[in-house]
């Protein structure tokens, strides 16, 4: 079943080698009251041929600016079935992790299964405390006996925490995650890894055979709330940064597989419905809606708030405008003479009136 899952080995630097104890590692929940979910991360479209091995190679970052008790950090690659009813994944972690330990100014390293029905970690192995610089491989595998094997593995040392899975659906999606949380909303994007991830020597294999790399339909999803940038490289690599975007450079259009450059446009809800490419100059007017849905730069407010966003779909005049506020960007949005503030989801912030003139 589903619910198949045991720890097998954990493989320790000294060679040893520690059986599993538990058919469940059970690990606590996901708590109340905390802000996140995926950020910057590239996704593969659903594969008609089932995957049946998909690995990456990542180095541990430099540790996250946010306290390490108020916050979590996952980065890893995984797989997920048709339905997204389960995720396999070798996680790296930091902070106030919901899924193993939670270890002050410590990474750690171990393989999972989340299903999604619950949201509970019931499937984890043992876990592997690793260092700034270390370099790690995460592996999913199908074995012959329709077990999926995950791994992770410390590289230089040899180490490996061993996770087996029964019952095992067919995967049709890949991603490259990371993944935050904080109990203060506003401190989710401190708790970005300090450096950026780079995977490679990712290797993907379905039913019909391995497949090239330039041939992975990778989608790539940028974090323009807290500048989170993917970049793919023709090398192989694929880079998960908080550094943003440059102007003019190539970016993904919001919502879509399209690609754009600079000052252009992208495709909206209709031929009629333009929004400007995420990394176009800020002095860019054009487009038919002259503004971003998304903006990897910095330069500007990052989402864009548009009159589909209720409350704001019930007033009867309407401006929003970007300003800058106590040195940073932020939405003002105006109704008649009542203008108020929202934040970088577009709600309106409570009793927050605006910063520059209306």
């Known amino acids: ?12 630097p000294d060679g040893s080698r520690v059986e599993g104890d538990a058919d469940r590692k059970p690990v606590e929940p996901a708590p109340n009251g905390w802000y996140g979910g995926w950020k910057t991360h590239v996704i593969t479209s659903k594969y008609a041929d089932a995957i049946t091995r998909f690995s990456a190679d990542f180095e541990v970052p430099e540790k996250p600016a946010a306290n390490p008790g108020a916050t979590t950090t996952y980065v890893f690659p995984g797989l997920e079935d048709a339905d997204n009813a389960w995720i396999l994944q070798p996680v790296l972690q930091w902070g106030q992790s919901a899924c193993g330990p939670s270890q002050a100014d410590q990474w750690t390293y171990q393989s999972y299964m989340v299903p999604s029905e619950d949201g509970l970690c019931s499937h984890a192995s043992s876990s592997l405390n690793v260092e700034v610089g270390q370099k790690l491989r995460g592996e999913m595998e199908l074995m012959p006996d329709g077990q999926w094997r995950v791994t992770s593995t410390v590289l230089q040392t040899g180490a490996s925490t061993t996770l087996l899975i029964a019952g095992a659906k067919p995967q049709l999606t890949a991603d490259l995650t990371i993944e935050l949380y904080a109990t203060d909303q506003t401190k989710v994007c401190d708790a970005y890894p300090g450096s950026p991830v780079a995977f490679s020597n990712i290797q993907l294999s379905t039913t019909a055979g391995p497949v090239n790399f330039d041939d992975i339909p990778w989608q790539k999803n940028d974090d323009p709330a807290c500048m989170g940038h993917v970049e793919v490289t023709n090398d192989g690599v694929v880079t998960l940064d908080q550094g943003g975007c440059p ?91 009542d203008t ?6 577009c709600n309106l912030v409570t009793g927050a009136t605006g910063c520059a003139s209306a």
């Open 247 to 337: 102007v003019n450079s190539t970016t993904t259009c919001p919502g879509s597989s399209e690609t754009c450059s600079g000052s252009t446009c992208c495709s909206g809800r209709s031929a009629s419905e333009t929004y400007q490419c995420p990394s176009a100059d800020p002095q860019f007017k054009g487009c038919d809606i002259p503004m971003k849905m998304d903006d990897c730069t910095g330069l500007t407010c990052g989402h864009a708030c548009d009159k589909f966003h209720s409350p704001y779909d019930q007033w009867n005049t309407y401006a929003c405008f970007c300003a800058e506020c106590a040195g940073q960007y932020q939405w003002e949005c105006k109704n008649g003479t």
């Open 340 to 345: 108020r503030m929202v934040d970088l989801n």
């Open 1 to 12: 079943s589903l619910h198949g899952g045991r720890v097998a080995h954990v493989t320790m």
